[in-house]
């Protein structure tokens, strides 16, 4: 009778697309594992190691393999590179020596190269595997393709395989591919078109490394296990927040030509993360194993989820990524790439059970450390008056800890102001002796800990579902297009934004730190935030300036020649309203070459400015005589002064040569000019004060290391240049600030890194003395071109 019933179902699995069914009824036989791409990355450092931990689990169990290590290059080339690669796999601490070499020198005898290019190749290889079985008399049970080739390979493979390796009914064909399956939905649409036509669903097992991590297949059987305590608090109304942080401390070298086309949220974001999410978040299947209803609760989540715009996310980019793209791309040093090295994406599930709990989806490089959990953190309204140490007043919180960061490995921990987790997995153990740590702002000691008894590496474990056909472990089609139906409205309303620049490491301090705002997210502080299509729409629809915040500071940005316009336009308005207030406007402006384009506008149109009314004071000069062209009042002279109608007696150059000397103290040049100043202008404080700012940091003549806001009461003082010529008169801050507009002038390439790192620093007006430039209460602007800001 069950021989009837066994042969009957051989029969009805004849056509394709039994093979999940199969496996129940299927002895084990003879499986044929096809590696294509055998000698690659990802083959080497994880595909072999996990094919033999499955060669070695097998064991005994029925189960007999060949493994072909498939690729382009001839047999000739790669058979030796392949045993190479096979002789570095390893044994698991439980195996001993002389059983390890045993076992390795077999799992050799039955791997072989074979070159994969052709259909003729792929017909000769189901040759050799029809021939070897029937020569050894094996029952043959399936067949694995193993895809770990780039995406666009695939559909060709598939062809291949479904034209010359698809087994005679009853036997199992899977076919494993590996990320990235599409970059937006209508692409993964495509592929996935592409790839049915060859291959039925339930042969595709797409992989999802995170679902073979340990802690996150143990997401589901923990919230079973711990129904009853769970089910109560498993809400809106017990939920804070949900976070799925993924943190590295690399950087994307030697990965840029696929990095910079994908980003951090197609790389991790919508899939692994995702993919974390669902669990977390997913109605509980009746039965765990169930792999359709896990499936399909896992989609109903995506379904649910409100979606994605750009308010929902903010990105960052590390730096020397801009360096790393120019060189491995080959780029111009005018390239700019604006792919997200860095996101936080703020998720809702637009379901009662969940309403209004923020999801927080958080992955970078080179970020401060390396470290990647999922935690549930529940709402605590208890105050403790006193004993602020009590477990009652710390955060109530589950968290799935995959690996690295403080605790170094994979666990489960459940604060002891929660519940004590049961444990029913034989493979889990609880610990209780701990060193001397914190997770998530709680002592390990407050935690309950569960960790796995035998660390498993995922792709080992994933291999292993592979073989038992367990397909709640992969990716479904429905599945993926669901998700990247999540992301693509995400991404689309990104696209042209540009991600806020960050250090690296631990520099990035808390420039990455971000706040809620009901359902949006932001960063936590200002600094350069821009979009490119502010940009983009400018030249085309004469939209040419924008305007945004910098430093906490009002920034206006634009190219180069807009911007000079812009601020023209400012100052010219200022001197009119002060002229008609108080019949005189007091303009103090700088040195150095960044001005030159905005004089040659103002003297350009010197007809409509009040310069009759104007005194032009000076920021700083140099101790040089006026007749050098290193003069700052020289150049204002020669591009300036001379093309506009300005009294005499209005243009108050600093006295720097005095006594037919240069800038000697004794002199008392500075208090001259001081006293200058003070007379003529009502409370010193200048109409408008034009700046620039050094490489170093340096504004006006006030350098980094000369302690510029020691300066006190003084108005005008004489200061050191760490660059000739060396000495200086300035304005310092005290003058400065007493201004009713002060405006930062920044232009070109070379002030971006500047730009960038101002962007981050605190005030400190002795290492970056432009941070000193507070009005007391007058306005400050930054002007900034695109060029300063981009990069
Ligand atoms: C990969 C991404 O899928 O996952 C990488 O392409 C990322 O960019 C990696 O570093 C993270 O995986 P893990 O297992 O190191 O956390």
């Not at 989806?361 to 450390?369: A, C, Q, T």
């Not at 529940?378 to 008056?385: D, L």
């Not at 420039?511 to 960063?523: A, N, P, S, T």
Request: hydrophobic share 40%; net charge neutral.
């Amino acid at each position: 009778m069950l021989v009837t019933i066994f042969l009957l179902l051989v029969a009805l699995c004849a056509n394709r697309g039994c093979g999940e069914d199969s496996e129940a009824v299927q002895r084990p036989g003879h499986v044929s594992v096809i590696v294509v791409g055998a000698t690659g990355d990802l083959a080497r450092k994880y595909l072999w190691q996990g094919f033999f931990q499955l060669y070695v689990q097998q064991v005994g169990s029925g189960h007999t393999f060949t493994f072909y290590g498939g690729g382009l290059s001839p047999a000739e080339t790669a058979t030796p590179v392949l045993f190479e690669i096979l002789k570095a796999v390893s044994c698991s601490k439980d195996v001993s020596q002389e059983r390890c070499a045993v076992l390795k020198e077999q799992f050799l005898r039955v791997s072989q190269y074979r070159q994969l290019k052709t259909v003729e190749d792929y017909q000769d290889l189901a040759k050799h595997i029809e021939q070897q079985l029937r020569k050894e008399g094996m029952t043959e049970e399936g067949r694995l393709f193993y895809l770990s080739v780039p995406a666009f390979a695939y559909t060709d493979i598939a062809e291949k395989i479904n034209g010359t390796c698809r087994p005679a009914g009853g036997i199992w064909l899977r076919v494993v591919l590996e990320k990235p399956f599409g970059h937006n939905y209508r692409s993964a649409q495509v592929l996935a078109t592409e790839l049915r036509s060859f291959l039925n669903e339930d042969e595709m097992y797409r992989i999802d490394h995170y679902l073979g991590k340990q802690v996150v297949s143990k997401i589901l059987p923990f919230r079973t296990e711990n129904r009853k305590a769970l089910d109560p608090i498993w809400n809106r109304h017990h939920i804070e927040r949900i976070e799925i942080v993924l943190k590295e401390t690399l950087d994307c070298k030697g990965r840029i030509a696929f990095y910079d086309e994908y980003g951090v949220i197609r790389d991790v974001l919508q899939n692994h993360l995702t993919e974390v999410m669902t669990l977390l978040t997913m109605k509980l299947p009746a039965n765990v194993s169930d792999s359709g209803e896990v499936l399909r609760n896992r989609l109903q989540v995506l379904n649910s989820m409100l979606p994605l715009g750009k308010n929902q996310a903010v990105t960052g980019q590390y730096q020397a990524y801009k360096t790393e793209v120019q060189q491995e791309l080959n780029k111009t040093k005018d390239h700019v790439s604006v792919t997200p090295t860095f996101a936080a994406v703020l998720a809702h599930i637009d379901e009662a059970r969940y309403e209004g709990v923020p999801i927080l989806l958080i992955s970078g490089k080179m970020l401060d450390e390396r470290v990647g959990y999922a935690r549930i953190l529940f709402k605590n309204n208890v105050f403790c008056i006193q004993n602020h140490h009590s477990v009652h007043c710390k955060p109530k919180q589950i968290v799935f800890y995959f690996g690295h960061g403080s605790l170094q490995h994979a666990a489960v921990l459940v604060s002891k102001n929660l519940f004590k987790p049961a444990l029913k997995d034989h493979r889990w153990k609880e610990v209780t002796e701990h060193t001397d740590v914190s997770v998530l702002g709680l002592h390990i000691s407050d935690y309950y800990v569960q960790t796995p008894i035998k660390e498993k590496e995922a792709y080992s474990e994933l291999i292993s579902h592979i073989l038992a056909g367990q397909k709640n472990s992969f990716i479904s089609t429905e599945n993926l297009l669901a998700s990247w139906g999540l992301w693509t409205p995400l991404l689309m309303g990104l696209t042209g934004s540009f991600p806020r620049i960050y250090p690296g490491g631990a520099d990035n301090g808390d420039m990455l730190d971000v706040h809620l705002r009901g359902k949006e997210i932001h960063y936590n502080s200002e600094a350069v935030i821009i979009g490119v299509d502010q940009i983009g729409g400018a030249s085309a629809n004469g939209f040419q300036v924008m305007r945004g915040k910098f430093r906490s500071a009002d920034m206006v940005s634009a190219w180069t020649e807009e911007l000079v316009e812009r601020l023209a336009v400012d100052m010219e308005e200022a001197a009119e309203a002060a002229v008609n207030e108080g019949s005189v406007f007091h303009l103090a402006l700088s040195g150095g070459s960044t001005p030159l384009a905005l004089f040659h506008r103002l003297a350009l149109h010197h007809f409509s400015f009040p310069w009759w009314n104007t005194h032009v004071w000076m920021v700083d000069e140099r101790c040089v005589p006026p007749t050098e062209p290193e003069s700052n009042f020289y150049n204002l002279h020669e591009h300036l002064l001379q093309h506009v109608r300005i009294p005499y007696y209005n243009v108050h150059p600093m006295p720097v040569q005095l006594n037919q000397r240069l800038c000697v103290e004794e002199d008392g040049g500075a208090l001259l000019y001081e006293g200058e100043l003070r007379k003529l202008i009502n409370g010193s404080s200048f109409h408008f004060v034009l700046l620039g700012v050094g490489y170093d940091g340096h504004t006006a003549s006030l350098f980094p290391g000369g302690k510029p806001s020691e300066l006190g009461e003084s108005l005008v003082t004489l200061t050191e240049s760490p660059v000739k010529p060396h000495q200086r008169m300035s304005l310092t801050f005290s003058a400065i600030n007493r201004a009713r507009r002060v405006a930062l002038l920044v232009m070109g390439k070379g002030k971006h890194e500047l730009i960038t790192q101002l962007s981050r620093v605190k005030d400190d007006s002795n290492k970056y003395p432009v941070t000193g430039v507070k009005p007391a209460s007058g306005s400050l602007v930054w002007y900034i071109d695109y060029d300063a800001l981009l990069g």
